[in-house]
């Protein structure tokens, strides 16, 4: 399992292809990539903060919880913070797992979590100034069904 949180830009195809050849043993492999939405054309920018240490922690938890309740044989995270423009990456999950079935719950658990419970603060720029992020109820009830 790989956990990165990191300002830099990642490249999603080296990553896919560097996680899928390191799956040994794995038949399907699973990515999702979360990008800054500009809904409207209106966002300058969004700033994602977070607190380094507690984040790591939080997350690494949650992707060994994903490897309990799935037959995975490997996992990776990369979620960025700072400033991005929309469009850029905002975060990669990845899994691999003997059987598809496996590799789609657990991508999608971590993506409900990061979206909802990882412990990072989301800030939208525009020209009517600076928006905190709020939690979504459909965000919170995908993660009930956990």
Do not use: C
Not at 3 to 19: H, I, K, N, W, Y
Not at 28 to 37: D, L, M, N, P, Q
Request: proline share 3%; net charge negative; glycine share 8%.
């Amino acid at each position: 399992m790989r956990l990165a949180v990191q300002t830099e830009p990642f490249d999603l195809g080296a990553e896919s292809v560097a996680f899928a050849a390191g799956a040994a043993g794995a038949g399907a492999v699973v990515t999702f990539t979360g990008i800054v939405r500009d809904n409207g054309g209106t966002l300058s920018a969004m700033e994602i903060e977070h607190y380094p240490g507690m984040t790591e922690r939080a997350i690494a938890a949650i992707m060994e919880e994903a490897r309990s309740r799935w037959a995975l044989v490997d996992a990776l995270v990369i979620h960025r913070h700072g400033r991005l423009a929309g469009g850029e990456m905002i975060m990669m999950v990845a899994t691999a797992a003997p059987h598809r079935a496996d590799a789609f719950a657990a991508a999608e658990f971590l993506m409900d979590y990061l979206k909802s419970r990882a412990p990072f603060w989301k800030k939208e720029l525009g020209p009517e100034g600076a928006t905190w992020v709020a939690a979504k109820d459909e965000d919170e009830a995908a993660l009930r069904r956990w």
